[in-house]
């Protein structure tokens, strides 16, 4: 009887972690396909566009399908990413200074979206197509709507907590992704 029970948390042990270098493996090709991982990854996976235009409301169901086939879509929905031209920027250090102190928070070009949507329709298997210049245009707009105005606060809170527990979480991949940190 007691070898009997001891055989079989023999086998279970084996099985244990047999499993655990199962999901090991899983892991690593998840993130070997989605290019490693990023505070945003571990924050919500949904707007809420009811405020929206129409136009958005349908490009956000779009988005969503097409934007999460390699990494969660909350990679993109959590990005310090902010797209202004020059000139809004301009106008915008003066109203609201504050959005221009911390590229982790928020990192503000004139073409940032435009660029990482190309880069992505650029990889093997993106499904993006000929959808990438409406996705483009609702990431400026939503952007603009949810990160700035008197919604920065709550951005800014949102993705301070990210990036903090990320730091503690993944330090090495923090160092890579900001380069600081030492
Ligand atoms: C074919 C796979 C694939 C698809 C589809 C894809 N991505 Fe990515 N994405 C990646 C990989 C890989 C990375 C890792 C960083 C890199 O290579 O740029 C990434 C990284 C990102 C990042 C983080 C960039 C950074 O440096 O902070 C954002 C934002 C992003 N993707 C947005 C999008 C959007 C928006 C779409 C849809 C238009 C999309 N992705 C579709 C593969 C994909």
Not at 118 to 126: I, L, Q, T, V
Not at 145 to 160: C, D, I, L, V, Y
């Amino acid at each position: 009887m007691k070898k009997a029970a001891f055989t079989a948390a023999v086998i279970l042990v084996a099985l244990a972690i047999g499993k655990v270098a199962q999901q090991d493996r899983a892991q690593a090709q998840q993130s070997s396909a989605a290019g490693g991982l990023f505070p945003n990854d571990f924050g919500p996976a949904a707007i809420d566009v009811s405020s929206y235009p129409k136009q958005y409301q349908e490009t956000y169901e779009v988005f969503l399908q097409k934007c999460s086939v390699c990494h969660t879509i909350a990679r993109t929905i959590n990005s310090q990413f902010l797209e202004m031209s020059e000139a809004e920027q301009a106008q915008m250090k003066k109203t609201q200074p504050e959005l221009f102190k911390d590229p982790k928070i928020l990192e503000i070009d004139p073409h940032i979206w435009s660029r990482y949507v190309h880069r992505m329709m650029d990889k093997p298997g993106c499904p993006v197509g000929k959808d990438g210049k409406r996705i483009w245009q609702f990431l400026v707009y939503d952007s603009i709507a949810r990160k700035t105005g008197k919604n920065f606060a709550s951005w800014k809170k949102m993705r301070e907590k990210l990036v903090k527990d990320f730091k503690i979480q993944h330090p090495a991949r923090y160092k890579e992704l900001f380069n600081e940190g030492q």
